[in-house]
């Protein structure tokens, strides 16, 4: 069983930074053993993609409407996984979710919603305009 556990929502202006973090932990749990991932849900809308990198750490997988705003970042000795997010927008507000998916191969990635097997409580992010 793995633990997600997500910090460092909170109420942020238009044009602001934020740095969400997500600390994992579980019975012989490895960061590197899974595909990690970020999500957002908004309300009244679909829980959505956000951002997602491989076992192997290698070159993340950004949905379009962050590209270039967002980075994830990862501690494997701390088993812990950051999500810089610049230049926020109102658009941007929405429950932000840590999830974590078996993955095969090193390299694979996870996109939709149903391959996460694990996830965090969230954390709220609000930004107003």
């Known amino acids: 069983q793995v633990q997600l556990v997500e910090s460092g929502g909170g109420l942020v202006q238009a044009g602001d930074s934020l740095r969400l973090s997500c600390a994992a932990s579980?019975?012989?749990?490895?960061?590197?053993?899974?595909?990690l991932g970020w999500l957002r849900q908004a309300p009244g809308k679909e829980r959505e993609f956000v951002v997602t990198?491989?076992?192997?750490?290698?070159?993340?997988y950004y949905s379009d409407y962050v590209k270039g705003r967002v980075t994830i970042t990862g501690n494997n000795a701390k088993s812990t996984t950051y999500l810089q997010m610049n230049s926020m927008n109102p658009e941007d507000t929405a429950v932000y979710y840590c999830?974590?998916?078996?993955?095969?191969?090193?390299?694979?990635?996870?996109?939709?919603?149903?391959?996460?097997?694990?996830w965090g409580q969230g954390t709220q992010v609000t930004v107003s305009s």
């Open positions: 999830a974590a998916a078996f993955a095969g191969r090193q390299e694979d990635i996870r996109t939709k919603r149903y391959e996460y097997n694990f």
């Open positions: 990198i491989s076992r192997s750490g290698g070159t993340p």
């Open positions: 579980g019975r012989s749990f490895s960061i590197s053993m899974y595909a």
